[in-house]
């Protein structure tokens, strides 16, 4: 029924994503139309759509934000929002979705120093490739850094790590480690 409307959408699991380009009133009804028929599917087959997990993404600043309706519910209006691993914001710019995935690297990273005692460099270069840095290379073909900083945010969590390996083994002392100017 949501082809024969000629609305585009995908489906993963148990999410659906309705979107459309929006130039004319006709397609946003068209957009309201394709959530009014996958409410009535829902009912029909007595799997409740919750409205309150709902949420439109309005993508570009000409983009006139509607509200759209599910089960007499207004749908939340968002800036950003995470699908399947990744924060996605209305302007399509993936800066703080690589701030995340620095975060979470950096924790990661931590964890690591922490639980293993070693230092053998090796064995910390090891548990960095496979704990570490697959958090950061994660999906790169997705968000393939463009700005400077957030590629300076990505190298950044790899010289932390590279300065700290220098020290646990002892290789250098923290005051004759290089600065970032030199």
Not at 128 to 144: A, K
Request: glycine content about 2%; some cysteine.
């Amino acid at each position: 029924a949501l082809r024969n409307l000629g609305i585009r959408f995908v489906m993963y699991a148990d999410d659906i994503k309705i979107y459309n380009s929006i130039i004319t009133p006709s397609d946003r009804m068209l957009v309201q139309q394709a959530i009014n028929l996958v409410h009535e599917w829902s009912i029909r087959f007595q799997l409740p759509l919750a409205p309150h997990k709902c949420q439109a993404l309005y993508i570009g600043s000409a983009n006139p934000k509607v509200d759209y309706m599910c089960n007499n519910v207004v749908i939340d209006k968002v800036t950003q929002l995470k699908d399947l691993g990744f924060i996605i914001t209305d302007n399509l710019c993936f800066s703080k979705h690589i701030t995340f995935v620095c975060g979470q690297a950096r924790k990661r990273m931590f964890a690591l120093f922490r639980t293993l005692k070693t230092n053998k460099a090796n064995i910390l270069v090891l548990a960095y490739s496979l704990y570490v840095r697959s958090i950061l290379e994660s999906g790169s073909v997705v968000f393939n850094p463009y700005k400077k900083r957030d590629k300076l945010s990505l190298e950044r969590v790899q010289r932390m790590f590279t300065k700290r390996i220098f020290m646990r083994s002892q290789l250098l002392n923290y005051n004759d480690t290089p600065s970032s100017s030199e």
